[in-house]
């Protein structure tokens, strides 16, 4: 069983688009997690979220919107899509907000066209 | 302010050769916790290893081993008898509890290759 999935694997979109993408864990935590690896591999913390409520916001634009419905689902929608969003999108999920050990999601990979 | 130096940016090894991939890390905090991560070219986070900052023993599994110094600050990753299917970007990362929670910050990565 997956612990940690992520939907879609692949985005393709055109610029000026808005688009979500879908994470959702069966572990059981409190806690989860977008990161962000751009183009050089470089990982960054972008939101995280803690029973619903959220705990760590990155400086991110406003376009981008987490939202999480309970606290087995983390969702990202982005809204007017640039051509710098091309990145793959991490999820992540950790037992509580102090856990140090966090399991990740297979990753998103978004491309603006 | 806290931060995770992969000085070494791609490392090309033959099979059967010894690598080790340098972190040296930054932070304020005496409690922290330091990993590291593997991604082969498929794209996954895999989960290598976690020692928390009390903890200076050096770790062994199989042909991976860690050396974590506090004096240094550093924490490298040494691969015996490299395989190609070590292949991969590897990170290492380091986590602090603060007020609103925790967040792990990544090094650059090492791409490793090994060829046969």
């Known amino acids: 069983d997956t612990a940690v999935s992520q939907t879609p694997k692949y985005l393709v979109t055109q610029m000026g688009n808005d688009k979500s993408i879908k994470c959702e864990q069966n572990l059981g935590h409190d806690t989860m997690y977008w990161y962000k690896q751009d183009s050089k591999k470089f990982l960054k913390i972008m939101f995280s979220?803690?029973?619903?409520?959220?705990?760590i916001n990155e400086t991110v634009p406003n376009r981008f919107s987490p939202k999480s419905p309970d606290k087995a689902h983390l969702n990202l929608h982005i809204n007017s899509l640039e051509l710098g969003d091309s990145a793959v999108y991490f999820c992540a999920s950790s037992q509580t907000r102090q856990t140090m050990l966090q399991f990740f999601g297979p990753g998103t990979r978004l491309t603006v066209l | 302010a806290q931060k995770v130096t992969q000085a070494q940016t791609e490392i090309s090894v033959v099979e059967k050769e010894d690598v080790t991939l340098d972190c040296v890390y930054e932070t304020r905090d005496t409690t922290y916790y330091l990993f590291w991560y593997k991604q082969p070219p498929s794209g996954e986070l895999v989960f290598l290893i976690r020692r928390n900052s009390f903890d200076e023993q050096n770790e062994i599994s199989g042909r991976y081993s860690w050396n974590f110094q506090k004096s240094t600050s550093s924490f490298n990753f040494t691969i015996t008898a490299s395989q190609v299917v070590d292949s991969a970007v590897y990170f290492c990362?380091?986590?602090?509890?603060?007020?609103?929670?925790?967040?792990?910050?990544f090094g650059k990565g090492t791409t490793l290759s090994v060829s046969s």
């Open positions: 990362a380091l986590s602090e509890a603060n007020q609103a929670g925790t967040a792990l910050i």
């Open positions: 979220y803690n029973n619903k409520e959220l705990i």
